[in-house]
């Protein structure tokens, strides 16, 4: 089945530095992949639309600047966390989307820690 | 953001028991999928639907897709330990929105041994 692979699995870091996602659809080309949010026992949350070769969409209430989301090939999207605090500290999920009747399939998360 | 209606938010069931959790909406959606999480881990998916009325098995799973479009089933038969986890319905519509999901907030399973 359809594989996608986010990296890292987890990041422990200080405040003020910036933290680089990486998620690889390995399998199949994502013309569109999506990064979400999630707090414990929460839903996920949507973040933003990542389209390839073209600018991310942010949902309302999240900081373009802050999380920075670059997809430059139809296998490749990263979201890069921009001088993060301990507010940003959280589980983040990528997920790509093959298209047409096709189901969006999920990274394994990295949870970033910010002390 | 807005969140499907997911119903239980939780069920404490013994192993061998059938399971059934539900997701309503009061927007139409063209596909709806169901997901399962396991602790740090992202979601897997389970079962995706496509058509309205339109019902689907995966082993013990089966889910269907609601006449309305606004609703969305899954059940699970004769249930096992390793079904214990985070279920997720979620939504995804079309037109200038394709490909967005929108996701229930989840209904935690625990199965006694």
């Known amino acids: 089945g359809a594989v996608v692979s986010q990296h890292p699995s987890w990041v422990i870091c200080k405040s003020g530095t910036s933290v680089k996602i990486e998620c690889r659809s390995l399998?199949?080309?994502?013309?569109?992949m999506f990064w979400y949010r999630q707090f414990p026992k929460q839903s996920l949350m949507l973040m933003a639309t990542?389209?390839?070769?073209?600018?991310?969409?942010?949902e309302q209430g999240v900081e373009k600047d802050k999380f920075l989301i670059n997809h430059a090939s139809l296998t490749l999207s990263t979201l890069t966390v921009t001088s993060a605090h301990p507010e940003d500290s959280s589980f983040y999920i990528c997920?790509?989307?093959?298209?047409?009747?096709?189901?969006?399939?999920f990274g394994d998360g990295t949870r970033l820690s910010i002390l | 953001g807005q969140q499907l209606n997911q119903s239980p938010q939780s069920m404490f069931i013994q192993e061998g028991e059938d399971v059934s959790m539900n997701c309503t909406s009061s927007s139409i959606f063209n596909t709806w999928l169901w997901y399962k999480q396991d602790p740090g881990e992202g979601p897997v998916l389970l079962i995706a639907?496509?058509?309205?009325?339109e019902l689907t098995s995966n082993g013990r799973l089966t889910a269907q897709f609601g006449i309305t479009r606004k609703d969305s089933f899954l059940n699970i038969s004769a249930s096992i330990p390793s079904d214990v986890g985070i279920y997720f319905c979620a939504g995804q519509p079309g037109g200038t929105s394709y490909g967005k999901l929108t996701f229930g907030q989840g209904t935690i399973l625990t199965v006694h041994p």
């Open positions: 639907l496509y058509k309205a009325g």
């Open positions: 399998d199949f080309q994502a013309t569109t």
């Open positions: 997920s790509a989307f093959q298209g047409p009747k096709q189901p969006q399939h």
């Open positions: 990542s389209n390839e070769g073209s600018k991310a969409t942010y």
